[in-house]
């Protein structure tokens, strides 16, 4: 009898051992908004949405996740003089986490305000191109590219049918495109008494963005009712309209409470956002300032779109100092209960 029982006792213990080593085996990896899934291949599209009702073509380059379930989408608008091709290290690692990333262009303030122009004519012909006529352009091309992906996800056959999950919209931009990705998302614009807000957008993140050059930011800014996340660095500044540091440091205090957040990049300049260094550039490119915005941005739209509570442990808990050197700056909402 006592061997009898000793033999239970190892093979209870045995099994328990076994148990224990199941569950370490299946304990989920910590949140990492840089990890990057081997088998998510990115593939690009370009397509055009016609606006008939404006005669108007708008050139898209989308970013595709390889899972073709339905996904939720990130839109990019692009700065002054740019393209549909910029900021493709965003597009790349949006949709290698699994967003569709919609990158539009923007016609009469995209690289077309340029390409022709002699060197010494260029940076006039950028000062007439940002112009509340563009301004008006631009944030109507948003909302017509949101009906368009509508379309097309019930379009049989189309290469975007079934792959767009339009509940979860996020709007995003750089400079103008921050600009655009602000007016659409929420800001108040009394002076003009008008509003371009597009309620399809749940969440927004502006790059180098500013606040209007008249007016009180917090009327500008205080009824935004969806999640901001803003990023400019200590030296963001924007020789065409003139948006200095203090312009894009005077829109976070003036956002009613919520799940808002602000990354200031030590001596990050306007280009820090971008692909590559502009003309003029004074201050040689950290390669972290990508890593952060990178990793900040996705761990936002896992949160805002997603839901996902481990992101959002991550991004209002202490994950964002794994990625932060010394020197930048971070506010967050204080992590929930």
């Known amino acids: 009898m006592p061997k009898l029982i000793l033999l239970c006792s190892l ?11 199941a569950q370490s085996s299946s304990k989920p990896e910590p949140y990492n ?7 998510n291949a990115v593939r690009q599209v370009d397509l055009n949405v016609s606006d008939t ?14 899972d073709t379930n339905p996904a939720p989408v990130v839109i990019f608008s692009h700065g002054l003089g740019g393209t549909k091709n910029g900021c493709a290290y965003l597009g790349q690692h949006w949709a290698s986490r699994g967003y569709v990333a919609v990158f539009l262009q923007h016609p009469g303030s995209d690289d077309s305000v340029w390409r022709n122009e002699t060197p010494a004519k260029r940076m006039s012909a950028m000062n007439q191109a940002a112009s509340a006529r563009n301004f008006l352009l631009r944030v109507e091309d948003v909302p017509a590219v949101l009906d368009q992906l509508a379309a097309w996800q019930d379009k049989t056959g189309h290469e975007l049918c079934g792959r767009l999950e339009l509940s979860k919209v996020g709007m995003s931009g750089h400079s103008f495109g921050a600009v655009t990705t602000q007016a659409v998302s929420g800001q108040c614009f009394p002076a003009a008494g008008q509003r371009f807000t597009d309620k399809r957008i749940q969440a927004a993140i502006a790059f180098s963005p500013s606040s209007p050059r008249r007016g009180d930011p917090k009327v500008a800014f205080g009824s935004v009712t969806i999640p901001w996340m803003l990023m400019t660095g200590t030296k963001d500044i924007s020789v065409i309209g003139d948006a200095d540091l ?14 808002n957040y602000e990354l200031v990049l030590k001596d990050a300049q306007h280009s820090a ?8 550039d004074t201050v040689r490119r950290n390669p972290n300032h990508h890593r952060v915005i990178l990793a900040l941005s996705t761990a936002f739209w896992d949160t805002h779109l997603r839901h996902d509570t481990a992101a959002r442990q991550w991004l209002q808990g202490d994950g964002p100092k794994t990625v932060l050197e010394s020197g930048d700056s971070w506010k967050a909402p204080k992590p929930r209960q």
């Open 11 to 21: 093979l209870l213990a045995l099994c328990g051992s076994q148990s224990a080593a």
């Open 33 to 39: 908004p840089l990890l990057i899934p081997a088998s």
């Open 53 to 66: 009702a404006r005669a108007r073509e708008i050139p898209l380059r989308i970013y595709l996740p390889a």
């Open 246 to 259: 203090a312009s894009r440091l005077a829109i976070y205090p003036s956002l009613p409470a919520g799940d």
């Open 273 to 280: 956002f971008a692909d590559t260094a502009l003309p003029g």
